[in-house]
């Protein structure tokens, strides 16, 4: 979001948006049955859980004074994202079963991927 830093508010926003894509993505799996629904629930929720848990680690108050402690909380933020992940599909490739891999990926595709374009999108910060 160029010109503009991110705050609180855009995450929140975002948050919003990627819940009613998981939201649709079930939705649409509900068209294919009800194995897709809960692997594209699943999808989704990966996305957004991992989402969720950067923007509180990073979001979390800091003292201004110690800009590194910043840089650091995003580093480590990132890190716990990606372990979040990791450990999600593993535990839903182990335990769920039956599953739908293709609506598990599409959706958490559409919720990581695609929901920061369309906030950016949404936001009218595309034009300027």
């Not at 993505?25 to 989402?51: H, K, P």
């Not at 995003?74 to 372990?83: D, N, T």
Request: glycine fraction near 8%.
């Amino acid at each position: 979001m160029k010109g503009r830093p991110l705050d609180w508010q855009h995450l929140k926003r975002l948050l919003i948006i990627q819940s009613g894509l998981v939201f649709m993505a079930a939705l649409a799996g509900m068209a294919v049955g009800q194995v897709a629904a809960l692997s594209a629930l699943l999808g989704g929720g990966i996305a957004l859980g991992a989402s969720a848990l950067f923007a509180f680690l990073v979001f979390a108050p800091y003292r201004a004074q110690q800009p590194g402690v910043l840089v650091t909380r995003f580093y480590l933020a990132e890190v716990g994202k990606l372990l979040l992940v990791a450990c999600a599909f593993a535990v839903i490739f182990i335990w769920v079963r039956p599953l739908n891999a293709v609506a598990l990926f599409v959706s958490f595709f559409l919720v990581q991927v695609v929901s920061p374009l369309l906030a950016h999108w949404l936001t009218g910060e595309a034009q300027r």
